[in-house]
């Protein structure tokens, strides 16, 4: 945004886009973290029960990991 743009936001929003932006990355991050802890619920319940398969753990690890990664992301 140039700085009309953002002028115009403030006095139409009352607040500044940049706070819009924090609070749209913290609401990501929030799925996120969520997504990759259902993730490993789901090895935690399949591991327990015996019924996790050597196809299926990859799938979750690397599903998991690339969660972590988009988190990692975000807040830097």
């Known amino acids: ?10 006095a139409a929003a009352g607040t500044d886009h ?5 609070f749209a990355i913290s609401l990501l991050a929030a799925v ?7 993730v490993i619920r789901k090895l935690g319940m ?3 029960h015996n019924e996790l398969r050597q196809k299926e753990f990859v799938v ?4 998991a990991m690339i969660l972590v990664m ?3 992301y ?3």
């Open 1 to 10: 945004m140039n700085s009309s743009q953002s002028a115009a936001f403030l």
């Open 18 to 22: 940049a706070h819009l932006s924090a």
């Open 32 to 38: 996120a973290v969520l997504w990759g802890a259902n």
């Open 46 to 48: 399949q591991a327990l």
């Open 60 to 63: 979750y690890a690397v599903r």
């Open 70 to 72: 988009v988190v990692i």
């Open 74 to 76: 975000l807040c830097s």
